[in-house]
């Protein structure tokens, strides 16, 4: 039999998940398929969203919050009236709006919403994707009216050849189409993948791409002291936002696509996000293109460079560059996370000699005075970062570490280490061989950080940062989490819980070495049942599982 395909557009926003028992009772973004953070408050100021549902039971939808072109326009006109830098694309707007503290402007944003997965339709006897669908319309969400039943793979690829060259017409940015199979009796058939189910699979659009002159080249600073030459570019629009820079990557790259000043280029979006000149245009050279040279000394400290394969480095740590991006680094969302410390608050900072080090970052209460007496603040804007501040000191170990900015490790390496060695002390002492036995951790990982730890100025930072009182321990031993009462278990939950976020009870669940899935079965081992919990709770009780109500679950924690 021919397979039946529902295409719809991939939407270019924020990615949402909604939990209802009759009423909306969390919601949380969505990032590489696991749940984010919750901002339940700002998602029940879209109007479009219902915040109560004509449905009994448990029932999660998953979909993108996304911002209308007309309102992006909007928006970015009344930041410019009032002297506030535009957003660069709609994907940026909406993100930034759902993660507002004040849930007032999220309100004010003008967001949207397309809703395209009914996660538990099979427990409502639901068998196609796209009768789902049309229940979740029914229910009062707002699905894409764009989408098509297709009867066979010849009508996707005439869907796809249609919205390729209508993209541009809607009020809305898509970056491709998904296509799923329409029988989901079928999806435990084909299974998945790592990371993907075999029965879907997204297309792609080709980036677009454009011409404008190379007017420049000028270089950026990283704080390992990496010198990347970057293309200024006269001013061009491209996938959504307008491009004025783009990365040239390093010398071998200009070198190799004979990029000069002066030269027309073509560049696109790689992904439709990272600026990049795809080629040169040589048949328009005139002869007013000036050859490039690539800088022998630090564009910020004049320090000479050092060649390292294809990249120039400088080696000054006191470089004022490396400082400030070190700085920006250690604030950042997936490092300490303190907000309003980003890339002008640190430059400025730094220029008024209140940072030099990360670990400066404690002290900065000492010049609070200072900082009101400059342009742009207010006791309230410094009582807030300075709060912001205090409460990054109790981050996890894992935040901390990739905070700290050693070479070759990231996020997930950081939480790799942080669990493996539990304190901070332990890493320190940690030998090459005895990181070369921990999966994903090769040599050049392994030898940078041994050589980060054997570093004196470092670990001066380091014992800074413990007498300012950053926490530097694993939040839970390996041996606690061995001996917990939800070490191994499948755990539901259900309902709402009073005294922490859905998120944070599955990321102490998990922390705890309990596995926490979306459905009860013969397979769950026990229910956490917390306010309004629905068919679930009587789903577990029927098969006789173990069911802890809130004040029991903390008991056991």
């Known amino acids: 039999d021919k397979i039946t395909y529902m295409a719809e557009m991939k939407i270019d926003g924020l990615g949402m998940s909604l939990v209802y028992n009759k009423k909306l009772i969390y919601a949380a973004t969505r990032g590489d398929g696991v749940e984010g953070e919750d901002v339940t408050s700002n998602v029940i100021t879209i109007k479009s969203i219902p915040t109560r549902i004509n449905l009994e039971g448990d029932f999660e939808i998953r979909g993108e919050v996304f911002m209308p072109k007309k309102s992006l326009h909007k928006l970015n006109e009344e930041r410019k009236k009032i002297g506030e830098p535009l957003f660069a694309n709609a994907r940026n707007a909406a993100a930034g709006s759902i993660r507002q503290l004040d849930s007032s402007i999220a309100a004010s944003r003008g967001l949207d919403a397309f809703w395209y997965y009914f996660v538990n339709a099979k427990d409502f006897g639901i068998r196609y994707h796209s009768e789902a669908l049309n229940m979740a319309s029914k229910l009062g969400f707002k ?25 541009s017409t809607l009020d809305y940015d898509i970056d491709g189409i998904v296509i799923k199979v329409d029988d989901m009796k079928l999806y435990d058939k084909l299974g998945y993948t790592a990371k993907t189910p075999r029965w879907a699979v997204a297309y792609k659009f080709p980036p677009e791409e454009v011409v404008t002159k190379l007017t420049d080249i000028i270089y950026t600073v990283g704080r390992t002291g990496k010198v990347t030459p970057n293309a200024v570019l006269e001013p061009v629009r ?21 990029i000069m000043v002066g030269d027309y280029v073509v560049l696109r979006k790689a992904g439709d996000v990272i600026p990049e000149v795809v080629r040169v245009l040589i048949e328009r050279r005139d002869g007013t293109q000036m050859p490039y040279h690539m800088i022998e000394n630090c564009p910020v400290c004049e320090s000479l460079l050092v060649r390292k394969d294809a990249m120039r480095f400088c080696v000054n740590p006191s470089c004022g560059a490396r400082q400030v991006e070190s700085i920006i680094h250690f604030a950042s969302r997936d490092a300490m996370d303190i907000d309003g410390l980003g890339e002008k608050v640190a430059e400025q900072f730094f220029n008024q000699g209140f940072f030099r080090t990360i670990n400066d970052v404690y002290d900065l209460v000492k010049h609070r005075e200072e900082i009101i007496n400059l342009d742009g603040w207010q006791s309230k804007s410094i009582d807030n970062l300075l709060n912001a501040i205090e409460v990054s000191k109790n981050n996890s170990l894992e935040k901390t570490l990739f ?19 539990e304190h901070i002390d332990n890493l320190i002492k940690a030998t090459e061989e005895e990181l070369l036995e921990i999966p994903d951790i090769g040599p050049i990982v392994a030898q940078s950080i041994v050589t980060y730890f054997a570093n004196e100025n470092n670990l001066q930072i380091i014992n800074s940062l413990k007498e300012h009182g950053i926490n530097f321990s694993y939040r839970l031993s390996t041996t606690q989490a061995a001996n917990s009462f939800f070490s191994g278990k499948t755990v539901v939950l ?14 102490l669940l998990e922390s705890l070495g309990a596995k926490v899935t979306g459905s009860v079965s013969k397979a769950t081992d026990v229910v956490i049942a917390g306010i309004e919990a629905g068919s679930k709770l009587d789903k577990a009780n029927s098969l006789g599982i173990t069911v802890l109500s809130e004040e029991e679950f903390k008991t056991l924690i």
């Open 238 to 258: 491209v996938a959504g936002s307008t491009v004025q820079r783009a990365t040239l990557h390093n010398e071998d790259f200009i070198v190799e696509k004979q």
């Open 143 to 167: 699905t894409n009216p764009e989408r098509r039943l297709c009867y066979g793979i010849d009508e996707v690829i005439d869907y796809i050849k249609e919205y390729t060259s209508l993209r």
């Open 403 to 421: 905070g700290l900015g050693i070479k070759e490790v990231g996020a997930k390496m950081a939480k790799t280490l942080a669990k493996k060695f």
């Open 494 to 507: 259900t309902g709402t819980l009073s005294s922490m976020g859905r998120k944070e009870a599955t990321d």
